[in-house]
């Protein structure tokens, strides 16, 4: 049976605010270390999902999401109901800012084209939510229409949660076996990743090459296909400079780092039960001695062994986080 494909209600553009909440995927949790970072949301390739809520005296009027069928869909048509602040925190998503006029929101769910069809690099859920956020962005300004207030009360929502569904035991297994190996050779680790960063650029390029050329959108041909190249082209200088990058960038590296540390020490702080989010918090610090020593070197001689040794613990972390959730999981079952 052809699945059919999610609208919104109308009552939606009445909604107080628009927001999008992320979720971690489920049964991935041990790769997250790859792509779920500054890196990964830049490229959009994070193992995250992206649904669009919209909210009326602190209720969900509407969700709405896009899916790996193509189609747009609701996250109730899968058992996932959400009507209240902690259903949706209960279903492991958290809010990301910025908030939406509604009805620029609502609007803009009508205006923007899902492509022709859904592809892991040139357009999945990251990729649509991006377009509707500019697009939502675009309407609120041309309409004058005024933003919503700040935050609510409701912290939680806007910090991440583990997802709901780990990965088996031992895939967290495997994730610390590669941590510990990476800990031996972290300067090899270092360059590995760039090279990997590398290889998803040029990827990434070619995906849209062939996005652009099989869905026949001939209106954003010319910019898919320029944009495919110029991803392909950063593939190969990354592949090329991989030394260079890593040993003149400790000072970039150091605040980045510095940043990631904090968020995951406030993460684990703010998360309850805390004794779930022991291996994050000690990661966070771990991350933080990183990147000050990072940034008294920033001569740049240790910046490959400091991004291997940063992935290999943030490898252990979650791997141990994969383990100790399915335990938790088993123990609470």
């Known amino acids: 049976m052809e699945a059919v494909e999610a609208t919104v209600s109308p009552a939606a553009a009445d909604a ?6 992320q979720r971690n995927l489920d049964k991935l949790s041990w790769l997250y270390p790859l792509v779920n970072n500054k890196l990964g949301a830049l490229l959009h390739l994070q193992l995250r999902h992206d649904q669009l809520f919209f909210m009326k005296d602190g209720q969900v009027v509407d969700e709405i999401g896009y899916g790996d069928n193509g189609k747009r869909f609701h996250e109730r048509d899968f058992g996932k109901v959400m009507k209240t602040p902690q259903d949706i925190t209960a279903q492991g998503y958290w809010f990301v800012e910025p908030r939406f006029n509604a009805r620029a929101a609502y609007e803009a769910l009508g205006e923007v084209q899902d492509g022709a069809y859904y592809s892991l690099f040139s357009n999945q859920c990251q990729d649509w939510a991006n377009r509707v956020r500019t697009k939502a962005e675009q309407i609120g300004k041309a309409q004058h229409l005024a933003p919503p207030p700040g935050r609510e009360s409701y912290g939680a929502l806007y910090h991440e949660v583990a997802p709901t569904v780990p990965a088996a035991w031992y895939f967290g297994m495997i994730a610390v076996i590669v941590g510990v190996l990476g800990l031996g050779a972290p300067l090899v680790t270092g360059f590995h990743y760039l090279k990997l960063v590398a290889l998803l650029l040029f990827a990434i390029g070619v995906s849209d090459i062939i996005y652009a050329f099989s869905s026949r959108a001939w209106g954003t041909f010319v910019s898919t296909v320029f944009f495919g190249l110029l991803s392909m082209a950063g593939g190969v200088a990354v592949w090329i400079n991989d030394h260079f990058l890593l040993s003149n960038s400790n000072g970039v590296m150091a605040i980045a780092l510095a940043v990631v540390g904090l968020a995951r020490v406030g993460v684990a702080v703010r998360s309850r039960p805390f004794s779930a989010w022991i291996g994050t918090f000690f990661t966070g610090f771990l991350l933080l001695a990183t990147a000050w020593i ?19 613990v943030s490898f252990i972390s979650a791997g141990v986080s994969t383990i100790w959730l399915n335990w938790r999981l088993r123990a609470d079952g």
């Open 294 to 312: 990072a940034w008294i070197h920033k001569e740049g001689s240790a910046a490959a062994w400091m991004l291997g040794a940063a992935l290999s």
């Open 16 to 21: 107080d605010y628009a927001q999008f909440a």
